[in-house]
């Protein structure tokens, strides 16, 4: 099993949707969680780090799960320009190294 | 938010030269920067840990005498692909975070061709 997974995607979804991700990881003492946000040709940029207690931001809520060793993001109202590659990073327990799962694809059409 | 840089921010070159590709965190200083390598829609690969005033520590699989990184201070990690040849093209990134910090930062990438 990878450390850290993803669905590939793509998910195709037209403005306005709700769409949801989820990526799990299988070290159970990993401690630090992130979502980025990776557009074509370019690096990553973080978009919002996960929180045991959950975190919002505007249209993006993002859980952690530690019992069924998961996070996900959920995104409302999307926009045209939410279209991009959404990178989960894990840092593992007992280490320093971040931990990225392949990245799911969304892509919002009109 | 922590700020960190890479040139060249892309190279063309021929097969047999070398690269060099330094990372640098402009704002904060960093004891442990990261070296990636994404081929086209690929996900981020990571190719070694590059260790301030110690050896890097590559990941499986990538050649350390391929791949030399130099980490000579605290801001500054450079890359060099020795040798490279046209399976070696690909976009590499580096990143790094502040002490204390789990957040990456990361440089802009550097998209290498060798021809």
């Known amino acids: 099993r990878k450390e850290v997974e993803q669905d590939p995607g793509p998910f195709n979804v037209p403005e306005g949707a709700t769409v949801a991700f989820n990526c799990t990881y299988s070290?159970?003492?990993?401690?630090?969680f992130f979502w980025y946000r990776q557009d074509c040709r370019k690096e990553p940029k973080l978009l919002m780090s996960?929180?045991?207690s959950g975190n919002e931001d505007g249209r993006f809520t993002a859980q952690l799960n530690r019992a069924s060793q998961y996070i996900s993001l959920l995104i409302r109202d999307s926009k045209l320009s939410d279209s991009a590659t959404y990178l989960c990073?894990?840092?593992?327990?007992?280490?320093?190294?971040?931990?990225f799962g392949r990245g799911t694809s969304l892509i919002v059409h009109p | 938010g922590a700020v960190v840089s890479q040139h060249p921010s892309r190279v063309i070159c021929k097969s047999g030269t070398s690269v060099k590709i330094e990372c640098r965190s402009l704002?904060?200083?960093?004891?442990?920067m990261f070296w990636y390598r994404q081929f086209p829609k690929q996900s981020l690969m990571l190719m070694a840990t590059s260790n301030e005033g110690s050896k890097a520590t590559y990941e499986q699989g990538v050649e350390k005498d391929k791949f030399l990184i130099n980490h000579a201070s605290l801001t500054l990690s450079t890359l060099t692909v020795t040798s490279a040849h046209p399976e070696d093209s690909s976009f590499y990134i580096c990143?790094?975070?502040?002490?204390?910090?789990?957040?990456?930062?990361f440089g802009p990438g550097t998209r290498l061709t060798v021809l």
């Open positions: 990073v894990v840092i593992p327990g007992g280490s320093y190294i971040p931990t």
């Open positions: 070290n159970s003492a990993s401690q630090s």
């Open positions: 996960v929180y045991s």
């Open positions: 704002d904060f200083q960093a004891t442990t």
């Open positions: 990143s790094a975070s502040p002490v204390g910090d789990d957040e990456q930062f």
